[in-house]
């Protein structure tokens, strides 16, 4: 049913279910349980959901997964799960199952050197120009992709590029 809305996301589940397949065939106390068959000993209260679930995010851990995927097969679990009438408390899950936070780089801006290295690299006559463009003026993309002929006065120097309020 994940797959009627997009495909990608069904795909996305798939995979982590074949994770979780793989994890409870690692997992010496779990081996012969079946992605299927481990919903009925939760039922059961055989299996603590949320012990089964840390469990599953160190698995992938070890897997050397990024972050942002093991919190998307941990979501497609959750909801494999409570497709199937287990109640998954968000408050226990937080509390009792533990991800790893995301840090994400922070991102630096080009120096001169990179600048002059992509130009020369670049061979296309149109990019080339957008690119000068760019680094001349400090205008994004969109803004520069919008511009027009009346837009850049070329009678004052420098050049003065004038960029419409509804793109900025």
Request: aromatic share 8%; with cysteine; hydrophobic share 40%.
């Amino acid at each position: 049913s994940i797959g009627r809305n997009s495909s990608n996301t069904e795909h996305l589940y798939n995979i982590g279910l074949v994770h979780f397949d793989r994890f409870l065939k690692s997992n010496d106390t779990l081996s012969h349980l079946a992605p299927d068959t481990v919903i009925q000993a939760i039922q059961k209260q055989q299996i603590n959901v949320y012990e089964l679930l840390d469990q599953f995010v160190s698995y992938l851990l070890t897997k050397n997964l990024s972050i942002p995927s093991v919190k998307l097969y941990i979501a497609a679990i959750r909801s494999y799960l409570e497709f199937y009438d287990i109640d998954i408390v968000s408050s226990k899950f937080r509390r009792r199952v533990k991800i790893p936070k995301h840090y994400r780089d922070d991102e630096l801006p080009l120096d001169i050197s990179d600048i002059r290295n992509l130009i020369i690299q670049c061979h296309n006559k149109r990019l080339k120009t957008l690119l000068l463009v760019l680094v001349s003026s400090g205008v994004r993309v969109m803004e520069a992709c919008t511009l027009r002929t009346k837009d850049v006065d070329f009678s004052i120097s420098p050049t003065k590029i004038y960029i419409r309020k509804e793109f900025s």
